[in-house]
């Protein structure tokens, strides 16, 4: 069973349509993380929860609205979508708040949005 | 978080021992260093990580400096699978930001 999971894996749309990016994890980890990695390849956070709670909210557009239903699941929403918004989308996971835990993040496999 | 710098890329010849400097001059005491790699477009994965003393496990060994300003992951024996970005991290303890730099671009050649 994949640890992180992410769909769709590859994601073509136009400008200015909306479109939604789904995040499950089934390790019982307690936070979620979404990270966008552009062309560049540098890789930057985006935001985190922790049980369900926002808890980094990085200077993003406010068209990225993420929501997380359970702490099992982050899902990522994009209205408007711009050029610039192609990317790489990657959810990961990570036990951080626990007296044991390494701290140690999971990643999915990544999203790849293109938008045209 | 502490700040690293790392060198942008490396190589490294196959069953060689790879060395992976990375600086961390501004680490607070509450400061853990943390390895991740990228192979390829593939999510990073976690390495290895440590507070203040050398750690080893199946993938590598991560030597720190006493004064913990520094940092040198080693991967023993590289194999072409090891090729991929390597990201040196610093977070405090129970923190949530875990910020990537550009990472060290290590090839293995044959």
């Known amino acids: 069973d994949t640890a992180v999971s992410q769909t769709p894996k590859y994601l073509v749309t136009q400008m200015g349509n909306d479109k939604s990016i789904k995040c499950e994890q089934n390790l019982g980890h307690d936070t979620m993380y979404w990270y966008k990695q552009d062309s560049k390849k540098f890789l930057k956070i985006m935001f985190s929860y922790n049980n369900k709670e926002l808890i980094i909210n990085e200077t993003v557009p406010n068209r990225f609205s993420p929501k997380s239903p359970d702490k099992a699941h982050l899902n990522l929403h994009i209205n408007s979508l711009e050029l610039g918004d192609s990317a790489v989308y990657f959810c990961?996971?990570?036990?951080?708040?626990?007296?044991?835990?390494?701290?140690?993040?999971?990643f999915g496999e990544g999203s790849r949005l293109t938008v045209l | 978080d502490a700040k690293t710098t790392q060198p942008t890329s490396m190589d490294c010849a196959e069953g060689r021992a790879a060395n992976l400097p990375c600086n961390h001059s501004?680490?607070?005491?509450?400061?853990?260093v943390y390895w991740y790699r990228q192979i390829h477009s593939q999510g990073p994965q976690y390495i290895i990580h440590?507070?203040?003393n050398n750690e080893t496990n199946e993938m590598a060994s991560l030597i720190i400096t006493e004064d913990r300003k520094s940092s040198t992951l080693i991967l023993p024996h590289a194999t072409l699978r090891d090729t991929a970005v390597y990201y040196c991290?610093?977070?405090?303890?129970?923190?949530?930001?875990?910020?990537f730099g550009p990472g060290t671009r290590l090839s293995v050649l044959p």
């Open positions: 990961a996971s990570g036990n951080l708040w626990a007296t044991s835990n390494t701290g140690e993040l999971f």
């Open positions: 991290i610093v977070r405090v303890e129970y923190g949530q930001n875990f910020v």
């Open positions: 440590g507070l203040k």
């Open positions: 501004t680490i607070s005491g509450n400061e853990y």
